[in-house]
């Protein structure tokens, strides 16, 4: 085996594989996604004075499940560079710059190079517009308030639940 597989068995994208490979987290991880995600919902309920309306039991479950479908495609982007590098020749100039600056930085620590640091920075960014679209368009809808309102919560949500937790160095788990 090359160094490039050996260090392969390492790269790991914090959480989704740590869900996949310890289904228990998952009883760990939900109710704190549902906990995080009530509390920005109803505080920026309480500071637009809307806390009154009962649009925390209309959106709640909706604000979950797309954060968590957000989270996914945002992980997506985050493993893609272990996509491409499967496709470089790690012998090449571009294959050993790809998988130092962005395979294995990305997914053991964005830290490590500028180039990692972007992508992940990226990955958040996409992240957190799905998490407005997907909240503005689809759990708001039916409420009835105001559209600026709605885009204000859409916004407070995409802000205060997106996955900053991307830029965790996984290196500190093992």
Avoid: C, H
Avoid at 101 to 122: D, H, K, R
């Amino acid at each position: 085996m090359n160094e490039k597989t050996n260090l392969k068995l390492y790269n790991v994208i914090f959480p989704i594989w740590l869900l996949w490979l310890f289904p228990m987290t998952w009883l760990v991880i939900l109710p704190s996604n549902f906990l995080i995600d009530t509390i920005v919902v109803l505080i920026t309920l309480k500071v637009l004075k809307l806390s009154g309306q009962g649009i925390y039991k209309k959106i709640i479950f909706k604000v979950w499940g797309f954060g968590f479908l957000s989270d996914f495609i945002g992980t997506f982007i985050m493993f893609s560079p272990s996509l491409i590098d499967g496709f470089l020749d790690y012998e090449s100039p571009m294959g050993k710059w790809w998988y130092e600056n962005l395979t294995n930085a990305v997914s053991y620590n964005p830290f490590e190079s500028i180039f990692s640091f972007l992508w992940v920075t990226f990955a958040i960014i996409i992240t957190s517009l799905f998490i407005y679209i997907f909240n503005y368009k689809i759990s708001l809808r039916k409420v009835e308030i105001e559209n600026a309102l709605k885009k204000k919560i859409a916004l407070s949500i995409a802000i205060f639940t997106a996955p900053f937790f991307f830029y965790l160095p996984t290196k500190w788990f093992y």
